[in-house]
Every structure is written in structure tokens, then in C-alpha cells.
């Protein structure tokens, strides 16, 4: 039996009141920490070595926001499609989503720069979430679907493995990968996350994924052969996210979307972002090369 590895408790270091803290990505341009509030719409960069915040508002929701390569800005997920925000000025590039049940939920580029994004229903119907992928030149195309909540993504440090969270069906999901045309395989079960809800995700340079578990109070290690083999427990509930820094620090963000309020002053941290040490650097995160 493989055994569990025991993480220290993580501490906060952005301390905020989040609904939806999400999608946390490093900007390579800034050094800042881009994360997103989901349903009250809000972009935030924050400045790790002050802790200054600055913030933009969209007045849709955003599932993610991700640094450019080629142009100032980020590349967005919001509820009507994919676009660009610049200066605070959104420009809705890709409106595939016109049908007003539907939204884009967690996005993240793979090493060529494109941009893969969940979608799915406001209700949560099953089989009616999807899997986008976007290079900013022509419209985005739908490349897997039948999912209910797609979420987490990421990819193997061999980039030859995508991986994605089917949050509401508890499965972390893996599929033969090709960086070179963006073809992805079958998506099949790598493993069920119970006890909670499966989130956002963040994969290591030894191929470890880490997944935040909404609900379940920790980010769980799973190894590339869907083991169990490390706990985070959270001073909160509803962790929903994390990416890795180059030195190893996990960044851990959270929600208070739904804590009725005897249960938040149990936890007054929730909806702030957190960090632990893990010992090992992330798969670097690419920009949006659109």
C-alpha cells in the first residue's frame, strides 16, 4: 500500500473573502498572481512580495484569466465565450457560448500557448459540460464533451498526458496528449476523488497532480498512476485551486460561496489564498499565444 505523506497546515498569504476564489497562474511578464472571483466577476493581480492587490471587474462571470504572450492583457473565460481584456476593456473574440445556461468554468493553456477551456451548465445538468480549445486565430471548437462539471486542467512534464476534473461526477480524468497539434485522446477514469468535491488543479515537475477538494477541507497528491500519496488538510472547507510556484510553494485559493455564517466564523480565512511548502516546482504554465 502506498503510503500518504502528511503536509504542514498552509498559512495566508493573500488574506481575502473570495465567493469563488479561482484559477490561480503566475504572469511571467510581472512576477504577479493572477486569480479570479467567479461569480462576482473579478480579476485579480496580486504582488507577492507586497501583497498589493490590483483588480478588474467584469460584469459577467469570469471562470479564468490568463497572461498573453504576444499583448498586454489576458486572455478571459467568461459566461457568453472566450475574449481579451485589455486596459480593463473586454473584448468578446470567441462568443460560442450565446445560450444564456451555459458558461465557461476553469481555462488553462497548454505549452503552445492554447487555450483550453470547461464548460457547462448553470444547473449542473449532467453530460451537458464540454472541453474547448482556442488559439485565439480561429473559433474555438469543442474536442471532448458528455462531462458535468469540467474543471481542473493540466499536463504531464512529458506533455504526452492531459489531464481534467469532472468535479460532480468525482473523477480526475487523463488522456493521450499531442503538444505539436493539440490532439487529445479519450479521456478515461485515472481515479475517484470522494469525500468532497474535485476542483482545480496544479501538476508537479515529478508528475504528481495536485487537486483541491471543494468541501472535502484539503488538496489531495495523486501520482501519474492515480494514487493517493499526500493530504494538505485546510483551515477551510472549500479549497478550489492551487498552482506551483518555482520553489516549490503551493498557492491554495478558496471560496465562501454558501458557508452560512455560523459556519464561516468557524472558518474566517475561507476565501483567502494560502500557501505551503511542497518541495518541488510546478509544470510551468504557458501564456495565451493569441
Known amino acids: 500500500m502506498t503510503s500518504v505523506e502528511q ?17 490561480p497562474v503566475f504572469d511571467a511578464r510581472t512576477g504577479r498572481l493572477a486569480w479570479v472571483d467567479i461569480t462576482q466577476g473579478w480579476i485579480h493581480q496580486t504582488d507577492l512580495s507586497t501583497l498589493a492587490t490590483e483588480s478588474a471587474h467584469l460584469d459577467t462571470m469570469v471562470g ?3 497572461p498573453r504572450k504576444s499583448g ?3 486572455a478571459v473565460a467568461i459566461s457568453e465565450g472566450l475574449g481579451v481584456l485589455v486596459d480593463d476593456e473586454l473584448q468578446l473574440l470567441d462568443p460560442c457560448l450565446p445560450e444564456p445556461h451555459l458558461r465557461c468554468n476553469d481555462a488553462k493553456c497548454d505549452s503552445r500557448g492554447r487555450l483550453w477551456a470547461g464548460t457547462n451548465h448553470l444547473e449542473f445538468v449532467a453530460g451537458a459540460g464540454a472541453l474547448r480549445r482556442w488559439d485565439g486565430e480561429s473559433p474555438s471548437e469543442v474536442v471532448a464533451s458528455g462531462f458535468t462539471l469540467p474543471n481542473g486542467l493540466g499536463w504531464s512534464p512529458d506533455d504526452r498526458t492531459m489531464y481534467l476534473v469532472d468535479s460532480f461526477e468525482h473523477q ?10 493539440g490532439e487529445v485522446g479519450e479521456f478515461s477514469v485515472l481515479c475517484m476523488l470522494e469525500g468532497g468535491y474535485p476542483d482545480g488543479l496544479a501538476v508537479d515537475a515529478d508528475g504528481n497532480i495536485w487537486v483541491a477538494i471543494w468541501d472535502g477541507w484539503e488538496v489531495r497528491r495523486i501520482s501519474p498512476a492515480g494514487e493517493l500519496t499526500g493530504v494538505i488538510k485546510m483551515p477551510v472547507a472549500q479549497p478550489s485551486s492551487c498552482a506551483i510556484a518555482e520553489d516549490g510553494t503551493l498557492y491554495i485559493t478558496s471560496a465562501t460561496a454558501g458557508i452560512d455564517p455560523d459556519a464561516l ?14 518541495g ?8 495565451f499565444r493569441g
Not at 480526475?172 to 499531442?178: G, R
Open 72 to 74: 498586454p492583457g489576458f
Open 265 to 278: 466564523a468557524k472558518q474566517p480565512d475561507a476565501g483567502s489564498i494560502f500557501t505551503v511548502s511542497i
Open 64 to 66: 479564468a484569466a490568463v
Open 7 to 23: 503536509f504542514p497546515t498552509p498559512q495566508v498569504v493573500v488574506p481575502a473573502t473570495a465567493e469563488v476564489g479561482e484559477g
Open 172 to 181: 480526475l480524468l487523463s488522456a493521450d496528449f499531442d503538444a505539436e497539434t
Open 280 to 287: 518541488v516546482a510546478g509544470v510551468p504554465v504557458s501564456a
